[in-house]
């Protein structure tokens, strides 16, 4: 009809996502970037359906409903900074909850916009040495990884005066619990491994997987690495690890510091595309890991061919073994029972649009039952550690807590290893999480 208005209240299409102008004239325009955080927080002011998603909403919607207006425009500019320092990127409130996101008109993006801020933060050096040393990951796990330092750090972590000095020194929160380190990491447990198992392809998959170890599996967790070789080999996959790798970026890209993940892709990049050009898909048992090259880097690098080639070689790992059952190349065959496992899905999982997959693995177990528990741990791999932040983060993991609590399991745990230990941090009852990955090797009984 000629003259409607054809403006929509929400968006029923799916969402789009715009590559990240990071190396564009205006991304780092401070006056245009708090333009637009009032326009986005106006919206979301009217919106609110992300309240309980993290703290970046409540805290947005208490300086609204304190200012004098009871509208953004009673916010102070200097405060906007409050709520960008709580978003630590879980892509939730765009994947999930906002319907205003592309291809709608309004064309909201949350967390690219919070990424903004806080590229434009570091930028002006507004960072602190604690946050420098949290996300440079690779450099502290190789001095953690050293033998005797490896005990000393590890012992150390665990003394009440000495977390009381990294609280007061670094800002480490005192109860917050920290990753153990292995001074046998996961690639010096397979320097020179080989499977001896024959690849078989599908329509899908190549039936051969290059696992991307991660420096939180590589260092922190190596047995989780090690159960994963089990679990594909007795698929029938051969496993590889590439000749070499530096962390995913993604610690560098939640503080902003953008030119550090361009340094980290283009180390990556480079042996990950040669290993996709031999006949490799990839993978990795961290979800942000996966996220970082199936959705961060390719929105960074849109006209990179490597980058898209990376991009459409990996996958999620129980995605993978997923697309291969349907095409009847899964082994099936289970000793063991889980009985029932409460199962967390990790958001940077869930905002991959792949669909539950773990549950949908662990679910062809006999008798086993998986309960999924869709709400963010609050861990974000540092948030959860950081003093200012420890009281919010234990908030935010409370209701998985109790969903645990109350599902009475045999297991529980996430595919992020560290959302996992954050909510056994929570239950406090003696139970450690477990990887799924770990899981599915109990249930083969290998």
Not at 402 to 416: I, L, M, Q, W
Request: aromatic content about 8%; hydrophobic content about 35%; glycine content about 6%.
């Amino acid at each position: 009809m000629a003259g409607s208005d054809t403006r929509r209240e929400g968006n029923l299409e799916a969402p789009t996502r715009h590559p990240l102008d990071w190396q564009g004239v205006d991304f780092y325009n401070e006056p245009s970037l708090f333009k637009e955080l009032e326009r986005v927080f106006d919206v979301c002011h009217g919106c609110r359906r992300c309240v309980s998603l993290c703290q970046s909403f409540p805290t947005l919607f208490d300086l609204v409903d304190e200012s004098d207006t009871f509208e953004v425009d009673g916010v102070k500019k200097e405060d906007y900074w409050k709520v960008v320092d709580h978003c630590y990127l879980c892509d939730l409130c765009y994947m999930t909850k906002c319907p205003y996101v592309p291809p709608h008109e309004w064309n909201l993006d949350f967390p690219h916009l919070m990424l903004r801020a806080k590229a434009i933060k570091y930028e002006k050096g507004d960072v602190t040495t604690r946050d420098r040393i949290l996300t440079s990951t690779d450099a502290v796990g190789s001095f953690a990884g050293i033998p005797v330092v490896a005990q000393m750090v590890n012992a150390a972590n665990k003394m009440g005066p000495t977390r009381k000095i990294l609280q007061s020194v670094l800002g480490v929160h005192a109860d917050a619990n920290l990753p153990e380190y292995h001074s046998k990491s996961l690639r010096k447990r397979l320097r020179g491994h080989a499977s001896a198992v024959q690849a078989e392809a599908t329509e899908k998959t190549k039936g051969r997987v290059a696992l991307f170890t991660t420096c939180y599996m590589n260092r922190n967790e190596p047995d989780v690495g090690e159960d994963f070789i089990a679990v594909y080999e007795h698929n029938g996959i051969p496993v590889t690890i590439p000749s070499d790798e530096r962390c995913c970026g993604m610690p560098k890209l939640e503080l902003g510091n953008l030119k550090a993940v361009a340094e980290a892709k283009a180390f990556n990049i480079p042996i990950l595309a040669k290993l996709v050009d031999e006949g490799w898909d990839l993978t990795a048992l961290i979800p942000s890991c996966v996220l970082m090259f199936k959705q961060e880097l390719p929105l960074m690098f849109p006209d990179d061919p490597d980058v898209q080639k990376v991009k459409e070689a990996f996958f999620d790992p129980f995605e993978y073994l997923m697309l291969r059952h349907r095409e009847g190349r899964m082994n099936t065959e289970f000793k063991n029972s889980l009985g029932k496992v409460a199962y967390h899905a990790a958001c940077h999982q869930r905002v991959q649009n792949i669909g539950p997959k773990t549950r949908e693995t662990l679910s062809l177990i006999p008798d086993t039952e998986v309960e999924i528990i869709e709400r963010c741990s609050g861990h974000d791999g540092t948030y959860a550690v950081k003093t200012e932040f420890y009281d919010s983060a234990m908030k935010i993991v409370r209701p998985v807590v109790n969903r645990v609590k109350n599902a009475e399991a045999d297991h529980y745990g996430s595919d992020c290893a560290m959302a996992g230990h954050h909510i056994e941090h929570g239950l406090k009852d003696g139970r450690a999480a477990e990887h799924p990955i770990t899981l599915l090797r109990k249930a083969y009984g290998i």
